[in-house]
């Protein structure tokens, strides 16, 4: 395996799924109990807000209270013992990278832990529930905050940033993403025509898959901190 400078690595539901999150297309997932048109929608929000905050409420309760697991801590890991700058482009809105330690992490989809007021554009972090009553503390007016996850047909985040690292990325891991919502399922085509080496973890092929140099099947708690390992031996003993 070659000597990489910049890895980026984009993360989807699955990376969490072994902290007890639910993903959001599988069997139970997010997506099964309840509809996208109802809660991850800007119509969704206009048509209903007290019931999509209570949805995204219930959800921080459970995505705040888990832990991170072995995928997140091996990206730490790489971080600290591979001699690369190493980006995370997260579609996940937990926090499970920052509570393992991971830096660089781009929340491209939100984060759930924060809302943010539609009169001023104020950012407000929050781990608890926020509704149609509550007062944004920048402008002081009530009613208007919104869950800071993006919603389908919402611009996504830090895309100028993601452009420049998917240009002179050399490496790209896609780890636990149905690759089925764009653009994130994209990045892969960016960094490949860029000239980065591409590896699939997940649990099975996805509809990305003539993109990857290299599909790495399993749950990613053991195949992620497997392929840090190898990555970490290669370089200290080309050293
Ligand atoms: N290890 C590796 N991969 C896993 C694991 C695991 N333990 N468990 C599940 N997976 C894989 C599944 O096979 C699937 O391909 O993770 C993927 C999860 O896919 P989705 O549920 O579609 O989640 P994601 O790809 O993150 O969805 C992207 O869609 O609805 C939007 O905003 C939402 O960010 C989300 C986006």
Not at 139 to 166: A, H, Q, R
Request: net charge negative; with cysteine; glycine share 8%.
């Amino acid at each position: 395996m070659g000597k990489f400078k910049n890895i980026v690595i984009l993360t989807g539901a699955g990376i969490s799924a072994e902290s007890g999150l639910a993903t959001f297309r599988a069997a139970n997932g997010l997506w099964n109990n309840h509809k996208v048109e109802d809660v991850a929608t800007i119509e969704a929000f206009q048509r209903n807000p007290a019931y999509v905050h209570e949805f995204y409420n219930d959800l921080k309760k459970e995505v705040l209270a888990a832990k991170p697991n072995a995928a997140h801590q091996a990206i730490t890991r790489l971080q600290k013992e591979y001699p690369a700058e190493v980006s995370v482009i997260t579609q996940n809105v937990d926090l499970l990278h920052e509570k393992a330690g991971n830096q660089n992490v781009y929340h491209i989809h939100g984060q759930i832990n924060q809302a943010v007021c539609l009169n001023c554009g104020q950012i407000l972090e929050t781990s608890g529930d926020v509704d149609t009553e509550t007062v944004c503390p920048h402008c002081g007016i009530g009613g208007m905050m919104k869950p800071n996850i993006v919603f389908f047909g919402e611009n996504l985040l830090y895309m100028d940033k993601v452009d420049e690292l998917l240009r002179r990325c050399d490496l790209f891991l896609s780890v636990g993403t149905s690759g089925v919502v764009f653009p994130a399922a994209a990045f892969v085509q960016t960094a490949k025509y860029y000239g980065a080496a591409t590896y699939e973890f997940n649990l099975e092929a996805t509809s990305n898959n003539f993109y990857f140099d290299q599909h790495i099947m399993g749950p990613a708690g053991t195949t992620l901190p497997a392929f840090v390992d190898e990555m970490i031996k290669d370089i200290k003993n080309a050293d």
